[in-house]
């Protein structure tokens, strides 16, 4: 069965470094989401992303924060430089345009 | 703001009776739900789904309910078992700028005891 993948599956990093958390959607899918999830807390959303351009996001998404489609296969999303408040599990999600979004493992982001 | 709440924040059930998982929502413009079920350093895995333009639907031993003039869903689980512990969230999707932006609920931790 299709899977979404993710890499790292744990990344730490120090306060105000950049990180680069790389996913690899299901192949034929066209819509691309990041969510996050802090400890314990809801699942928020972050960006979604069609068409080699961002659809809409989320207010937590500002000018730190970027995405990718570097090439057909990997979706990035970048922390140009990492806050402490930033830790928590990211995932990646992809759908067809009528399917349910299917989620990756997540990357959980420490931040020190 | 809150537009897909999950009010209780766990519940337990024992083994073979029914759970019922509730989630409330606030934008009228939502037209499609989820229900998603997460394991510990997991991902959300998908569950069952409903459109706004039904009532009702069923999987195996998994039934949610829209009741869309009080913004309403719930998802039933019967008979429950000890695997279906686990984090549910429900979620609604809007379509805004040619896409589907799905909002997730803070989550009900359900464990069923054997």
């Known amino acids: 069965e299709p899977e979404v993948t993710q890499t790292p599956s744990h990344q730490v990093t120090q306060m105000g470094q950049e990180v680069i958390l790389r996913c690899v959607p299901i192949s034929n899918h066209l819509y691309f989401y990041w969510y996050r999830q802090i400890l314990g807390q809801k699942v928020e959303f972050l960006v979604s992303f069609y068409n080699n351009e961002i659809s809409e996001k989320s207010e937590i998404f500002d000018d730190q924060f970027s995405v990718e489609r570097p090439d057909g296969s990997n979706f990035t999303l970048k922390i140009r430089s990492t806050k402490l408040e930033d830790s928590a599990m990211y995932f990646c999600a992809s759908s067809e345009p009528t399917s349910t979004p299917i989620f990756g493992p997540g990357t959980r982001l420490t931040v020190l | 703001d809150q537009q897909v709440k999950q009010n209780s924040p766990s519940l337990s059930v024992q083994e073979g009776r029914i759970s019922i998982l509730n989630c409330d929502y606030t934008n009228s413009m939502f037209d499609y739900f989820l229900w998603y079920k997460k394991y510990p350093a997991e991902g959300p895995t998908f569950l069952i789904s409903?459109?706004?333009?039904?009532d009702k639907n069923e999987d195996g031993r998994f039934t949610v309910f829209l009741n869309k003039s009080a913004k309403h869903l719930s998802l039933h689980i019967v008979p429950s078992q000890p695997g279906d512990s686990a984090v549910y969230f429900c979620a609604a999707s809007v379509k805004t700028s040619g896409t589907y932006k799905y909002i997730f609920g803070t989550g009900t931790r359900l464990k069923v005891l054997a």
């Open positions: 409903i459109s706004s333009i039904k």
